[in-house]
Structure formats: structure tokens, C-alpha cells
């Protein structure tokens, strides 16, 4: 017996709901592992909870493989959600998806599905590189090649961005109404990011068209949070294997989850306020402290990690001297932050080290480590300027920075070479050979490259000595030297 047939018969009361009762008022572009472990999941207890037509219908732009898996088990799957604290998983059936239409079956079904009226809220979780915007100037990047091949055939979007405005358009002409668009990926002002991007796209088109998207429309910004590895067949295999059920869709997570939105929506929403989900005026603070300290850490062991041979975050946390480098990251990044009611960032911070400890979530390192180009201002730039401009510890972050540009070189102290996995990669690879691996050559490349550092710090010369330093000694006597040593000074 299938999956789903299995659900449908036996465990839909398990659900505490009847997914079919509920019609679609959400869909959400890209929607894999971390979508389907986190705002999936709220949505899941909502409509449990309160009811109502929320149920989410996925979008996929570019693979077809996790809705084809998807698809065949009527949308539902298992959470398996590992806890520090037993070896043994819980699972929980979600049946908040209402499946996925992937582009590969064409664009024009899935418009028809967006303009629908019913559909009251466009979520996205599509990385920060499919905004199509320029990082210098925060507006729509005419060069992006998605983005300039979708306004060429603007009925035809193959761009997030560009079904989003076209979709809009057509609900325009429709008298259909606006949606709110709600973005749930890892960047700082992500709604007003989506924002930009959108109204910058509908300016091409019309300006009247952007003129009304700008007066209906809503961009709520959110501040997402739950540690989710990617889906392997290890996992399908353990589930099938635990609770005879065949699935080939399965998600792992931790127990922690944390959803922080700005409540500014055009047309209702679930009753996420009702099942853990915090709704702000202000999701800055919050965004600032995720990104600084979990994602900040994250980014400094996840290269310090897979460069001395940890394939996983828990296998760095079982190093005593770099799991001691990772608590002094977050003890130092927590000193650029302002006071923010009702959070301890002390407890906020030791929640995190257990996180990454739990010896059951296999984590990637070199997944953590991907797109290093377009992550690293927001956790490690950017409160590496706070620190300077306030006087206090640097340390960390020009660890940080120069194992990041280590790990640029695209190869292990063995010589045995990996992908670096960044939309820069082709110009950060010609900048390393150019530089002929020379520690001062290459650091002083890297500051001077456009849209990466803040000018404050790219011009800070102590600031920029320190990660020189660090990084000759990554060359010189291998990452676990380097290791050992930063560990051993409070600043450098």
C-alpha cells in the first residue's frame, strides 16, 4: 500500500484535519526541504487548529524531481523531526501541501493556478540570487540573464520575479486583487528586497502596472528558523524502514523552529498566530540576530569544518577546539547587537551550540557553505563593522573572512580539489589563480572586489592585516594549525 493510501485510510485523523475540506490560498515558490519543514508545518497546525482555506499548492522553476515524488503521494509526507535527546526520530504526517506544478509542464497552468482569487498569498523560498538584484544599488538588475530573457517575453516567465509580476498583471486585468507576496528566504529586509525587485520589474512592463502593485500589493518581511538537511536516500530508506510506509518524499528537521513576520497582509492569512508564529511591526531585530549568530557561526565552522575534513556541523561541535571557536563567534557577534525585549541572547546563544551538537541532524558543511559570496556580508561584513565602529572584538570575524577566501581556492590542504557552489564562482576562481595563492595579494583582491564589503571595512588596513595573517597561516602550516591557533587568541 501506498504512502498516501496508507494516510488516507488509517491516519487521517492524525492530521486533525481533512486536507480535501480546504481549498488553496497559498502558493509557494520553491518549495523544498526547508519550505516543507518549517512553513508547511505552521501552516499544518493552523489548518488543524483554526481551519480555514490556506492549503498550499508548491511551484518549482527549475527540478521536477520532488514533485514528482510529491505529486504521487497526494501531497502528503512525512516531518521527521530529530531530537538531541533519543536516537529514535518522531514523525509527523503534513497534509498542508496540495501537491506541486513544476515549469517543466509549462507556465501556463501554473499561472492559471496564481490568478485564481482564492490565492491570497505568494510565498517564496528561492535564494537570494533568483531576486535578480543588484547588490550595489539594491534595484532590479536589467543584466541578469533570467531577468532580461523574461522581460524579452514577459507571457512566458521563467524567473520567480517575472511570474510574480506577471501573474499580478493578469489578476490587474482580471479585477482579481492583489496578493500579498511573502518571502521566506535568509536575507535581511527580505520583504522590501521582494518588493524592489518586483516594482522594479513591473516598471519595465508598465508603470501603471507598477503603480498599482505598489498601492495593493503587500511585502511583509519575515525572519525564518529551523535547521533542515537536505532529503537523502538514507532517509527515505530509514523511514520506509520505521513506519512501513513508503515514502518517497520524507524531511528531517530539528525539534526548534522559529517564524518571526511582519503582520502586514493585503487579503487574511492562516491563523499562524495561533500555533507558535510571532507577529511583529518589526522583524529587523530579530533578522539581525538569527543572521549574526546562528547564521554567522554557521558560515565560520561550516568552512572551517569542511577544510580540515568535518562533513558535518555535529562533527565540528565534537572538536573541542573549533567548537570552542564557535561559541567565542557567537559571544562575540552578540556584542553588536541592541537589546531586543523579551530575548536572552545569552540563552538564545547556548540554545544554539546544542543545536548544533545534536548528534542526530546530519547537517552538510559543504552545503552550508554554498553561495558564500552572497552570505557573508550580512553574517560576518557586516557585524564585523558594527564591532570596529564600536571598539570591541574582531577576532572571529577575520577568522572567518580568511577561511572563507581559503576555502575559495577550491582545494584541500591534500591538493584534492571540491566545486565552490557560488553564482561568483568563475571570478572568484580567476582572482585566486591570478594572486598565485599569495596570501597579501589575494586578501587585498578580495576586499577590492565590487558589491562584497562594506567600504569601511574594506578600507580598515588592521581589519584586513589580521585576515592576512590568518590566512598565511592557513597556507603555510595547514587548516588545523590555523585551527589552534585562532583559538588560542581572543583578537588577532
Not at 491570497?120 to 541578469?144: M, N, Q
Not at 513576520?261 to 498566530?273: C, K, L, Q, S, Y
Amino acid at each position: 500500500m501506498t504512502f498516501s493510501d496508507t494516510v488516507e485510510n488509517s491516519w487521517q485523523g492524525a492530521l486533525g484535519y481533512t486536507p480535501e475540506d480546504h481549498d488553496v490560498g497559498i502558493v509557494h515558490i520553491g518549495a523544498g526541504a526547508f519550505h516543507r519543514a518549517h512553513q508547511a508545518v505552521y501552516t499544518d497546525d493552523a489548518l488543524a487548529k483554526s481551519g480555514g482555506d490556506w492549503r498550499i499548492l508548491g511551484v518549482s522553476l527549475r527540478s521536477a524531481e520532488t514533485a514528482n515524488a510529491l505529486n504521487a503521494q497526494n501531497g502528503l509526507y512525512n516531518l521527521v523531526i530529530r531530537s538531541d535527546q533519543s536516537d529514535a526520530p518522531a514523525f509527523r504526517v503534513i497534509g498542508a501541501m496540495a501537491g506541486i506544478m513544476t515549469a517543466q509542464d509549462g507556465i501556463d497552468p501554473i499561472i492559471a493556478a496564481m490568478i485564481d482569487p482564492k490565492v491570497r498569498i505568494v510565498s517564496l523560498t528561492i535564494t537570494e540570487k533568483a531576486y535578480g538584484l543588484d547588490r550595489a544599488t539594491g534595484d532590479l538588475d536589467l543584466s541578469d540573464p533570467m531577468i532580461s530573457a523574461d522581460l524579452r517575453t514577459p507571457e512566458v516567465p521563467r524567473s520567480a520575479i517575472g511570474l510574480i509580476v506577471r501573474v499580478l498583471h493578469l489578476r490587474q486585468q482580471l479585477g482579481h486583487g492583489a496578493f500579498t507576496a511573502l518571502s521566506c528566504d535568509n536575507l535581511p529586509d527580505n520583504g522590501r528586497l521582494l518588493r524592489s525587485a518586483v516594482l522594479g520589474y513591473a516598471q519595465q512592463i508598465d508603470p501603471d502596472l507598477a503603480g498599482w502593485i505598489a498601492d495593493n500589493a503587500r511585502f511583509p518581511c519575515t525572519m525564518v528558523d529551523r535547521i533542515t538537511p537536505a532529503c537523502t536516500p538514507e532517509l527515505i530508506q530509514e523511514t520506509q524502514d520505521l513506519t512501513g510506509l513508503a515514502d518517497s518524499a520524507p524531511i528531517e528537521t530539528e525539534p526548534f523552529s522559529q517564524w518571526v513576520i511582519e503582520d502586514d497582509f493585503g487579503n487574511g492569512r492562516p491563523a499562524w498566530d495561533e500555533v507558535g508564529v510571532l507577529m511583529v511591526d518589526d522583524v529587523a531585530p530579530y533578522e539581525n540576530m538569527k543572521l549574526r549568530l546562528l547564521n554567522g557561526a554557521h558560515s565560520m565552522l561550516a568552512y572551517a569544518g569542511f577544510l580540515s575534513g568535518h562533513s558535518y556541523v555535529r562533527d565540528v561541535m565534537k572538536d573541542p577546539v573549533l567548537s570552542q571557536l564557535v561559541a567565542r563567534h557567537i559571544k562575540t557577534a552578540t556584542a553588536t547587537l541592541a537589546p531586543l525585549e523579551g530575548i536572552d541572547f545569552d540563552a538564545y546563544g547556548r540554545a544554539l551550540l546544542e543545536r548544533f551538537r545534536n548528534p542526530n541532524i546530519a547537517h552538510e558543511t559543504y552545503q552550508i557553505a554554498m553561495d558564500g559570496s552572497q552570505k557573508m556580508q550580512q553574517r560576518i561584513f557586516e557585524p564585523a563593522t558594527k564591532a570596529i565602529a564600536q571598539g570591541t572584538d574582531t577576532g572571529t570575524f577575520t577568522f572567518a573572512t580568511a577561511v572563507w577566501i581559503r576555502y575559495l581556492l577550491g582545494r584541500y590542504d591534500s591538493g584534492e580539489t571540491y566545486a565552490l557552489r557560488d553564482p561568483r564562482e568563475a571570478e572568484l576562481a580567476s582572482l585566486c589563480i591570478s594572486c598565485d595563492e599569495n596570501p597579501e595579494a589575494l586578501v587585498a583582491a578580495v576586499f577590492a572586489l565590487p558589491n562584497l564589503l562594506p567600504a569601511e571595512l574594506a578600507e580598515n588596513s588592521e581589519f584586513q592585516k589580521a585576515v592576512q595573517n590568518h590566512l598565511k597561516q592557513m597556507l603555510a602550516n595547514g587548516m588545523q594549525s590555523a585551527i589552534a591557533t585562532a583559538a588560542g587568541n581572543n583578537n588577532e
